[in-house]
């Protein structure tokens, strides 16, 4: 079953009128446009936030070196500068 919500919304006077002439154009109602744009829009950014995947940005190696601890942040760092003038 399919309710439908009176409500009242501020829009910009160019954007009302452009929506008003497609809709005209396009043979629908103002609101059936609306309805279009915005289940567009959430869609969209619904469809966004679930389709995001980090990339997978690992590499073959071997691993941490002997006698490198991965807790100690600066001996990393040192050992990576090392030999490279300040």
Do not use: N
């Not at 609101?31 to 389709?51: D, F, N, P, S």
């Amino acid at each position: 079953m399919v309710t439908h919500m009176k409500t009242t919304i501020d829009i910009a006077d160019s954007l009302f009128e452009a929506t008003r002439t497609a809709a005209a154009r396009e043979g629908t109602t103002f609101r059936a446009l609306v309805e279009e744009g915005l289940r567009t829009v959430l869609g969209t950014r619904k469809g966004k936030a679930e389709r995001f995947r980090l990339r997978d940005a690992s590499f073959k190696g071997k691993g941490v070196q002997p006698g490198v601890d991965v807790r100690d942040w600066d001996a990393i760092a040192s050992q990576i500068y090392e030999g490279r003038g300040a």
